[in-house]
């Protein structure tokens, strides 16, 4: 196993790990924002940067996604990794100046302000770490937002920054923003769930027996379509929230075992 020298700290790592892996083994914190196990290590927003020693030159990597195959050196509280990373952190606070994550993320980089104008146009906050993208696009498929425009007026949207077509409101973009800049937003007057900022909508399924909303309609086809089992049989289940189906579960237990049919088995 190659060993990875980290800021004076010996760690072995198994072959193809990255610095970051190796990073936590070691207990040395490198930050991330568009880092997440459920995705491929994507290094857009280089906040993770990192000095290798090459010997006879030394190179800012991306820690996430960078592999070790043989034994390396890597600084990571060095001046030109430390530079680097607060560089990035200082045009992340351009776009996103207010927002308290990435001020406490800043604050533990020893970044409190940004020296460059911040953006004020739309999808301000956004950091452009391009997570949810690839949550999408990766664990979803759908790949119903992406990048779109350049310089200051670059944003996350669907095409034409119209409302997203195969968007199905499952929140999972929502879920690994690291700034959350991503909302959900409950319309109740007509039952709706918005993903904020991209203006997708879905109706919500409700829960037959106790009213409460679930998921998002198209969510929920969407799981019902992917999963091997005979829906059939379970059908009326699928139409409860949890809650409502695990009392229906036991009462169709306790029937099974007395003998007495449930609402459940008389359908
Ligand atoms: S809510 Fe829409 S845009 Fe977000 S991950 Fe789900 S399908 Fe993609």
């Not at 936590?24 to 927003?45: E, Y």
């Not at 190179?59 to 001046?79: E, F, H, K």
């Not at 695990?246 to 007395?258: F, G, N, P």
């Amino acid at each position: 196993m190659p060993t990875v020298t980290i800021d004076d700290i010996q760690v072995e790592v198994e072959q193809g790990a990255t610095i970051l892996d190796a990073a936590n083994k070691a207990g040395v914190w490198i930050p991330t924002l568009c880092h997440h196990p459920a995705v491929t290590p994507q290094a857009t927003c280089r906040i993770c940067m990192v000095e290798l020693d090459r010997g006879e030159w030394k190179q800012l990597v991306t820690a996430c996604n960078y592999p070790v195959r043989r034994d390396i050196t890597v600084s990571v509280s060095g001046d030109n990794a430390v530079k680097a990373r607060r560089g990035v952190m200082e045009f992340m606070l351009a776009r996103a100046p207010d927002n308290e994550q990435l001020k406490a993320i800043a604050g533990r980089m020893g970044v409190d302000s940004t020296p460059w104008p911040t953006v004020t146009v739309a999808q301000r906050d956004c950091i452009l770490c391009g997570l949810c993208t690839a949550v999408c696009d990766e664990v979803l498929g759908l790949a119903a937002i992406g990048f779109s425009g350049r310089g200051v007026d670059r944003a996350v949207a669907a095409p034409f920054r119209q409302a997203p077509d195969d968007c199905i409101a499952c929140g999972a973009c929502q879920a690994v923003c690291p700034v959350g800049t991503i909302q959900l937003r409950l319309h109740e007057d007509t039952d709706e769930i918005e993903i904020s900022p991209f203006k997708a909508r879905a109706k919500l399924r409700k829960c037959e027996q106790c009213g409460a909303r679930v998921v998002s309609e198209p969510t929920a086809a969407e799981a019902l379509k992917n999963v091997n089992v005979d829906w059939e049989k379970i059908r009326n289940l699928a139409k409860l929230c949890p809650k409502c189906r695990r009392i229906r579960a036991a009462e169709s237990l306790a029937a099974t075992a007395s003998g007495t049919p449930t609402k459940e088995m008389t359908r």
